[in-house]
């Protein structure tokens, strides 16, 4: 009699175990309702009640004083107290200083001397500047030609860049996109910003703008520019800032483009274990396997290559100031996460910045921090999207109906499957696998996205809705 009690009690027990379990799952799986949320909040200096809008668009030039550039030139002249790296090591244990002195000397003797070029690359982009929500947002503003209107099915494009990157990335991307030149049935009037706190846009000057304040931004800009609806594309944090808006605006978002198609909620991160244990069961092709799998290896490079994440997302103000007043520890810190960003057969090799991006684009891009001190603001962005107040949001739970496309190249961030992604974008129109590529797609292979961009906007169908 007893051990039928004693079984009774397990049997009991294990029922309501298996019963919490469950319940638990359910609740931690089942997607959220789109949360309210406020989308005209002050981020500006002082008290909002003080604040005067002002709806204005403003011409933006780039104007660097030669003084500013010749205090640059001086910063790097000065000598390097640099430690030599260990015998038989190249970037293992983060920048070269040898690579890193060959940089700077290029930097400060080739470079600088030829900055009315790299100024004037940056000021044949037609850029503007207006105030949304108390900040001045920068952004370059590129329409079609009356040509292109003729033979094209035109479209707005809300083009968002992330960090170390700025809207440098996309110099070669842009012209494609414009041009009616190119091979497909679509233009773009494209607009690209500068991120809050990145470049030439300001800085929030109170907590909590995170990516979904980041995007609620970008939203209102593009309504300020007369765009009730648009196409989104971006990678890195302007992918997050993109479903963000995609999320909470989906009445003004015509189809969402990312090539960083990353998903963290809790049924995503189970069934990217479950997957590790039958990968090809959930891809179109079993060449596709490394792009996601195994996921214990995926997380353990992402482990070791994201100690700037953790500074940032712990202590942006500390690494801030260290980075804002040296320039050569600027370009240590920003030229690392480009050599990681080639490919594996590439991170050891001196010569990869210059074979995979270029060195003047990348100190382009490296001057936009420089010239803008905008490297704690930038950095302060990671802190922003770990707070509590984001985290409960929980957007990754919530459905959107947009249209979505992925892009994955071969050596980004790993990204997850469409098994995990409808969860999320049950309108998953489009899926792409490409066996090369990495974490700055529009700077590396402008074209290849640009065919992406493009294959995914065809697939939409939207030939009826042709702008004028």
């Known amino acids: 009699m007893k051990c039928l009690i004693v079984f009774g009690l397990i049997v009991a027990l294990f029922g309501a175990f298996v019963g919490y379990g469950y319940v638990v799952f359910t609740d931690l799986t089942k997607p959220l309702p789109k949360p309210e949320f406020k989308d005209d909040t002050y981020w500006g200096p002082g008290d909002v009640k003080d604040f005067v809008p002002d709806n204005k668009i403003y011409e933006f030039k780039l104007q660097v004083p030669q003084s500013e550039i010749d205090d640059l030139r001086k910063e790097l002249n000065r000598t390097l107290r640099l430690t030599e790296p260990l015998d038989g090591i190249a970037f293992e244990y983060g920048f070269n200083t040898y690579a890193l002195q060959q940089f700077v000397d290029y930097w400060r003797d080739n470079y600088l001397t030829k900055w009315d070029e790299r100024q004037e690359l940056f000021n044949s982009f037609k850029q503007y500047k207006t105030e949304i929500q108390g900040l001045n947002i920068h952004y370059i503003h590129e329409k079609v030609s009356e040509e292109a209107k003729e033979k094209k099915h035109v479209y707005p494009l809300l083009l968002l860049h992330g960090w170390p990157g700025s809207v440098r990335e996309f110099f070669d991307f842009i012209p ?7 091979i497909t049935d679509y233009a773009f009037e494209v607009v690209a910003p500068s991120l809050v706190g990145y470049g030439w846009s300001d800085a929030a000057t109170r907590p909590g703008f995170n990516a979904a304040e980041m995007a609620t931004v970008m939203r209102n800009l593009m309504l ?3 765009h009730k609806k648009f196409f989104i594309q971006g990678g890195d944090w302007g992918s997050i800032i993109g479903s963000n808006l995609a999320t909470l605006y989906p009445e003004n978002v015509i189809g969402y483009h990312s090539n960083m198609c990353v998903l963290h909620s809790p049924l995503a991160i189970l069934k990217g274990i479950y997957g590790s244990f039958f990968p090809e069961k959930y891809l179109p092709s079993r060449f596709f396997v490394d792009h996601h ?3 214990w ?4 490079n992402l482990l070791q290559e994201s100690g700037y994440f953790h500074i940032q997302a712990t202590k942006p103000d500390t690494i801030g ?10 370009a240590s810190y920003i030229l690392e996460k480009f050599q990681t960003c080639t490919n594996p057969g590439l991170q050891q090799d001196f010569g990869a910045i210059v074979t995979v991006f270029g060195l003047e684009a990348v100190l382009d891009n490296l001057m936009v921090y420089y010239l803008t001190n905008s490297a704690t603001t930038a950095a302060r962005f990671y802190l922003e999207n770990v707070s509590k107040a984001y985290r409960d949001l929980q ?8 249209p979505m496309g992925c892009a994955r190249f071969r050596f980004d961030l790993a990204s997850v499957t469409d098994w995990q992604l409808r969860d999320k974008f049950p309108n998953l129109t489009h899926s792409m696998y490409f066996q090369q590529g990495s974490h700055f797609a529009a700077l590396e292979m402008p074209a290849m996205l640009f065919n992406d961009f493009t294959a995914f906007v065809g697939k939409i169908g939207l030939h009826g809705e042709k702008r004028k």
Do not use: C, E, I, Y
Not at 321 to 330: D, F, I, K, N, R
Not at 395 to 402: A, E, G, M, T
């Open 176 to 182: 494609m996109l414009t041009k009616h030149s190119n």
């Open 224 to 226: 300020r520019l007369g």
């Open 293 to 295: 799998f195994p996921v």
């Open 297 to 300: 290896d995926k997380w353990l």
């Open 321 to 330: 100031a260290a980075l804002t007043s040296s320039p050569v520890g600027l």
């Open 395 to 402: 957007l990754d739970r919530v459905q959107s109906p947009v």
